[in-house]
């Protein structure tokens, strides 16, 4: 059979999808919480100190999700050869979410069977299974519920290619996946390409998170034989691998606890991993030299990690990652110059290999699979892929452009099925957002047939107002927040109203200059008593109270708004002011004292105000917090503190050290 790129619908029981939040993130990413001097290399050291913003704006956040699900129709992108079929969710960050070797059947990724946000990313919302590709900074990126572009182009030969492509806004970079299944091919191919077009050097990350099933036979195993290890509890530690105190560690399903493990693999050893079964079969991933790093994480199968499990995927559908980075932890990010590209080839594919030897020794497990790699994708055969990739499309640029303008596109549906004769002209599969067309307009990002953005649209038309005007029009609630020295040098020269005070405020804290942020703010509350404002210069609070004051101040100037609501909350409890955050509660409607979040505040003032009766009456009717975060406590304490002699039931318990 010849190459098929086809549009398909995945059926699929799913939570809706969360729509942006009204409050960006003011917060950035913090600092590792251990000293870089432990980094045995030179440039780990400094890859660990460098890059974290100091906030992850223009995003905001997305956690209006629910765990309620009903049966969801969702646009899906495949490619298929004779050997593998992949789909892709373009709806949701480019998602790889399932790699069906055909002539076996067999699913090699995790192929999560419901769509359920929890709160993993940046922004909040993420998603469980497949491969997920991750730009941005330490942690699951902002466009991961998030539509990308897509069209259709042609390899050299005539093989469809998908390309999904955005601009990402925090840093600035435009980034594009291209994906393709040669003819009788036994891997998907991949190729990945960051571009900063600015002309200054931006920090950036990248890890492609694969999620495959675990069970009590998988050995994960790559070109190592030393990891930097994160148990969730301590320091990031240097440690042999997979020998451990507790056991051989490439067996995850093991371990009560969930780990990190980064792979130090030697400089000039080929990069690859691969979770393999008792069988000595599953997938491996492998890639050009630019992708360094290659990580294990495992959520243990202690009580909390077989929760979180449940939470994320639901019953019997437990998994782990097998990950791929451009350093060698994710706790780095590194310097993308000014004008620069980089861009690498990743392959996905089933690998067999002697089953004897996969589960023998650590050495003849390594040779055993490296031997079949090459075997199954020879390296050279990479290299030979990147180069192909930089071909992509050269036939597709309409030689007649329209005069001022990119060149034309067609419209979804417009195109051929792919291979040769396709149109001359990219089909558009999917859109993304208008961020990207409005930097095209701003001219700080190159006009691309190859990548077209499209137009603006109505989140974006603000600002294209301040592109063409000088002013920034003003509404209730705010524009969409933006960065970028453009953008901000249009303010500095404008802004003399609350609403262009407040955005001048957010770009010049996106630069750090929390000095210059609060001026702005003071000044948009001078102009007129606004929430947001108000909340932002919470963030800039000298001290608890402080905060708790003005973010109070903000909830009492938009009281319906419920991300509102729950920062007030927090910001009491944080300052230890529990009676009135109990007031506020009291004070708030049905629908909002009923909300997960809100509930766990209660309860945690009524503990903090020795009201033990209403914690034990709030526990027993059940408080289920959608978007209980990562790593967050507090269901677990809060029963311990009430039921001291009590076991934590299933359902709040999320430890992830081993429980």
């Given at each position: 059979m010849t190459t098929e790129l086809r549009r398909d619908v995945l059926r699929i029981p799913g939570a809706a999808d969360p729509a942006a939040g009204r409050l960006p993130i003011l917060h950035g990413i913090a600092r590792p919480g251990f000293d870089s001097a432990v980094a045995p290399y030179p440039d780990m050291a400094r890859n660990l100190d460098y890059g974290r913003p100091p906030t992850l704006l223009p995003y905001t956040t997305q956690d209006s999700y629910t765990r309620e699900r009903t049966d969801r129709e969702l646009p899906t992108l495949v490619l298929e050869n004779e050997v593998l079929t992949a789909t892709f969710l373009p709806d949701h960050g480019g998602r790889l979410w399932s790699l069906v070797h055909r002539p076996t059947g067999r699913e090699l990724l995790h192929r999560n069977p419901i769509l359920q946000p929890a709160n993993l990313a940046l922004r909040d919302a993420w998603l469980a299974g497949g491969v997920e590709w991750n730009l941005g900074g330490t942690g699951h990126w902002p466009l991961t519920c998030e539509p990308l572009h897509a069209v259709r182009l042609s390899a050299p030969d005539g093989t469809p290619v998908l390309r999904m492509y955005e601009f990402e806004r925090m840093r600035r970079v435009v980034m594009t996946v291209d994906a393709w299944l040669p003819a009788g091919s036994p891997t998907l191919l991949v190729h990945v390409a960051l571009h900063n077009p600015a002309e200054t050097p931006t920090p950036v990350y990248w890890w492609s998170n694969i999620a495959v099933p675990q069970s009590a036979d998988v050995r994960v195993v790559a070109p190592a034989e030393r990891a930097f290890h994160f148990d969730y509890t301590a320091q990031l530690k240097l440690i042999d691998f997979p020998a451990g105190t507790s056991g051989d560690q490439s067996y995850p399903a093991r371990f009560p606890a969930a780990a990190d493990f980064f792979m130090d693999i030697p400089a000039g050893e080929r990069r690859w991993i691969a979770a393999l079964d008792g069988n000595g079969s599953g997938l491996v991933q492998t890639s050009t030299d630019r992708l360094i790093g290659r990580k294990l994480f495992q959520w243990g199968v202690g009580a909390g990690g077989r929760r979180w499990q449940e939470w994320l995927s639901g019953p019997d559908a437990e998994y782990i990652e097998i990950q791929a980075g451009l350093a060698r932890t994710q706790l780095e990010h590194l310097e993308l110059p000014g004008g620069a590209t980089w861009e690498w080839v990743e392959a996905y594919g089933l690998l067999e290999a002697d089953a004897a030897a996969v589960h023998g020794t650590w050495e003849e497990s390594r040779g055993a699979v490296a031997g079949a790699l090459e075997r199954l994708v020879p390296r050279a055969s990479l290299e030979a892929a990147l180069g192909e990739a930089q071909r992509f499309g050269a036939a597709a640029v309409d030689s007649r452009t329209p005069a001022g303008g990119a060149p034309a596109v067609s419209e979804p549906g417009a195109g051929a099925r792919g291979g040769a004769g396709a149109s001359a002209v990219p089909e558009v599969l999917h859109r993304g957002s208008g961020w990207g067309a409005l930097e095209v307009a701003a001219d700080a990002?190159?006009?691309?047939?190859?990548?077209?953005?499209?137009?603006?649209?109505?989140?974006?038309?603000?600002?294209?107002?301040?592109?063409?005007?000088?002013?920034?029009?003003?509404?209730?609630?705010?524009?969409?927040?933006?960065?970028?020295?453009?953008?901000?040098?249009?303010?500095?020269?404008?802004?003399?109203?609350?609403h262009a005070l407040y955005h001048l405020g957010l770009l010049r804290l996106a630069d750090d200059d929390r000095d210059g942020a609060r001026e702005a703010w003071t000044r948009s509350l001078a102009d007129r008593p606004n929430a947001w404002a108000q909340r932002a210069l919470a963030h800039l609070a000298a001290s608890g109270d402080e905060r708790a004051d003005l973010t109070v101040a903000a909830h009492r100037l938009q009281p319906d708004l419920r991300e509102l609501t729950i920062e007030a909350l927090q910001a009491l409890l944080a300052a230890d002011r529990a009676a009135e955050a109990l007031d506020l509660i009291a004070a708030s409607s049905v629908a909002d004292r009923e909300h997960g979040?809100?509930?766990?505040?209660?309860?945690?003032?009524?503990?903090?105000?020795?009201?033990?009766?209403q914690v034990r009456r709030l526990l027993d009717e059940g408080i289920t917090v959608d978007n209980l975060q990562e790593g967050e406590a507090s269901l677990d304490l809060l029963w311990l503190a009430a039921h001291p002699d009590l076991p934590v039931p299933p359902e709040y318990d999320f430890r992830m050290s081993g429980s």
């Amino acid at each position: 059979m010849t190459t098929e790129l086809r549009r398909d619908v995945l059926r699929i029981p799913g939570a809706a999808d969360p729509a942006a939040g009204r409050l960006p993130i003011l917060h950035g990413i913090a600092r590792p919480g251990f000293d870089s001097a432990v980094a045995p290399y030179p440039d780990m050291a400094r890859n660990l100190d460098y890059g974290r913003p100091p906030t992850l704006l223009p995003y905001t956040t997305q956690d209006s999700y629910t765990r309620e699900r009903t049966d969801r129709e969702l646009p899906t992108l495949v490619l298929e050869n004779e050997v593998l079929t992949a789909t892709f969710l373009p709806d949701h960050g480019g998602r790889l979410w399932s790699l069906v070797h055909r002539p076996t059947g067999r699913e090699l990724l995790h192929r999560n069977p419901i769509l359920q946000p929890a709160n993993l990313a940046l922004r909040d919302a993420w998603l469980a299974g497949g491969v997920e590709w991750n730009l941005g900074g330490t942690g699951h990126w902002p466009l991961t519920c998030e539509p990308l572009h897509a069209v259709r182009l042609s390899a050299p030969d005539g093989t469809p290619v998908l390309r999904m492509y955005e601009f990402e806004r925090m840093r600035r970079v435009v980034m594009t996946v291209d994906a393709w299944l040669p003819a009788g091919s036994p891997t998907l191919l991949v190729h990945v390409a960051l571009h900063n077009p600015a002309e200054t050097p931006t920090p950036v990350y990248w890890w492609s998170n694969i999620a495959v099933p675990q069970s009590a036979d998988v050995r994960v195993v790559a070109p190592a034989e030393r990891a930097f290890h994160f148990d969730y509890t301590a320091q990031l530690k240097l440690i042999d691998f997979p020998a451990g105190t507790s056991g051989d560690q490439s067996y995850p399903a093991r371990f009560p606890a969930a780990a990190d493990f980064f792979m130090d693999i030697p400089a000039g050893e080929r990069r690859w991993i691969a979770a393999l079964d008792g069988n000595g079969s599953g997938l491996v991933q492998t890639s050009t030299d630019r992708l360094i790093g290659r990580k294990l994480f495992q959520w243990g199968v202690g009580a909390g990690g077989r929760r979180w499990q449940e939470w994320l995927s639901g019953p019997d559908a437990e998994y782990i990652e097998i990950q791929a980075g451009l350093a060698r932890t994710q706790l780095e990010h590194l310097e993308l110059p000014g004008g620069a590209t980089w861009e690498w080839v990743e392959a996905y594919g089933l690998l067999e290999a002697d089953a004897a030897a996969v589960h023998g020794t650590w050495e003849e497990s390594r040779g055993a699979v490296a031997g079949a790699l090459e075997r199954l994708v020879p390296r050279a055969s990479l290299e030979a892929a990147l180069g192909e990739a930089q071909r992509f499309g050269a036939a597709a640029v309409d030689s007649r452009t329209p005069a001022g303008g990119a060149p034309a596109v067609s419209e979804p549906g417009a195109g051929a099925r792919g291979g040769a004769g396709a149109s001359a002209v990219p089909e558009v599969l999917h859109r993304g957002s208008g961020w990207g067309a409005l930097e095209v307009a701003a001219d700080a990002v190159s006009t691309d047939a190859l990548r077209p953005f499209g137009s603006c649209d109505a989140e974006q038309q603000p600002w294209l107002d301040l592109l063409q005007t000088k002013r920034l029009p003003s509404s209730e609630p705010p524009a969409s927040p933006i960065t970028g020295p453009l953008w901000r040098s249009l303010l500095e020269a404008s802004a003399d109203d609350w609403h262009a005070l407040y955005h001048l405020g957010l770009l010049r804290l996106a630069d750090d200059d929390r000095d210059g942020a609060r001026e702005a703010w003071t000044r948009s509350l001078a102009d007129r008593p606004n929430a947001w404002a108000q909340r932002a210069l919470a963030h800039l609070a000298a001290s608890g109270d402080e905060r708790a004051d003005l973010t109070v101040a903000a909830h009492r100037l938009q009281p319906d708004l419920r991300e509102l609501t729950i920062e007030a909350l927090q910001a009491l409890l944080a300052a230890d002011r529990a009676a009135e955050a109990l007031d506020l509660i009291a004070a708030s409607s049905v629908a909002d004292r009923e909300h997960g979040r809100i509930r766990l505040y209660h309860a945690q003032a009524a503990l903090t105000t020795g009201d033990i009766d209403q914690v034990r009456r709030l526990l027993d009717e059940g408080i289920t917090v959608d978007n209980l975060q990562e790593g967050e406590a507090s269901l677990d304490l809060l029963w311990l503190a009430a039921h001291p002699d009590l076991p934590v039931p299933p359902e709040y318990d999320f430890r992830m050290s081993g429980s």
